[in-house]
T-cell receptor
Framework: DTAVSQTPKYLVTQMGNDKSIKCEQN?????MYWYKQDSKKFLKIMFS???????INETVPNRFSPKSPDKAHLNLHINSLELGDSAVYFC??????????????FGSGTQLSVL | GEDVEQSLFLSVREGDSSVINCTYT??????LYWYKQEPGAGLQLLTY?????DMKQDQRLTVLLNKKDKHLSLRIADTQTGDSAIYFC?????????????FGKGTKLSVKP
């Protein structure tokens, strides 16, 4: 059973399109995250939700909008895609709020390519 | 800016020790982490160390931190084929929050029988 699953695994699209990436966790965790891995392989937090409430919103263009319909799901919608949005996006979850020894469980990533 | 560097590949024989090295740039990082990514799976936290510690041992894992040189290493004793994975070093420049992490590119560990 996959703990954190995100779809699609690969997404190729044209500039200007709107796309969504879905994420679901079956671990019963309260907190979910979206990370972006850039071309230099650095993983950086974008958003974090705890019990469907936004708790972290880093400096991300407002073309990116997370949606959490329930605490098991955190979807990422991106409007007006740009070339610079090409990256691998990782969803993650943890039992509680960002405690130091909290284990983060990551999905396997969505590789987004904007042409 | 923040940067985390690690070698990309490491190959060892089963039963040997593996040492994965990492250097980071942000001296304000309070916590440093090692994550493991198994083939086809997501990242999982292996272990972490406070910046005021030199060493931390957790079963077969030993983390060494040289804060002066900003060097972090992960030693896996008695490496097994199941340890084959990509290992990511990460620093937390904002102190303590796992949400704000800078990851290295990952070291692919191959364990030969």
């Amino acid at each position: 059973d996959t703990a954190v699953s995100q779809t699609p695994k690969y997404l190729v699209t044209q500039m200007g399109n709107d796309k969504s990436i879905k994420c679901e966790q079956n671990l019963g965790h309260d907190t979910m995250y979206w990370y972006k891995q850039d071309s230099k392989k650095f993983l950086k937090i974008m958003f974090s939700y705890n019990n469907k409430e936004l708790i972290i919103n880093e400096t991300v263009p407002n073309r990116f909008s997370p949606k959490s319909p329930d605490k098991a799901h955190l979807n990422l919608h991106i409007n007006s895609l740009e070339l610079g949005d090409s990256a691998v996006y990782f969803c993650a979850s943890s039992q509680g709020l960002l405690r130091l020894n909290e284990k983060l469980f990551f999905g396997s990533g969505t590789q987004l390519s904007v042409l | 800016g923040e940067d985390v560097e690690q070698s990309l590949f490491l190959s060892v024989r089963e039963g040997d020790s593996s040492v994965i090295n990492c250097t980071y740039t942000d001296s304000s990082s309070t916590y440093l982490y090692w994550y493991k990514q198994e083939p086809g799976a997501g990242l999982q936290l292996l272990t972490y160390i406070f910046s005021n510690m030199d060493m931390k041992q957790d079963q077969r894992l030993t983390v060494l931190l040289n804060k002066k040189d900003k060097h972090l290493s992960l030693r896996i004793a008695d490496t097994q084929t199941g340890d084959s994975a990509i290992y990511f070093c990460a620093e937390s420049p904002y102190g303590g929050s796992q949400g704000n992490l800078i990851f290295g590119k990952g070291t692919k560990l191959s364990v030969k029988p």
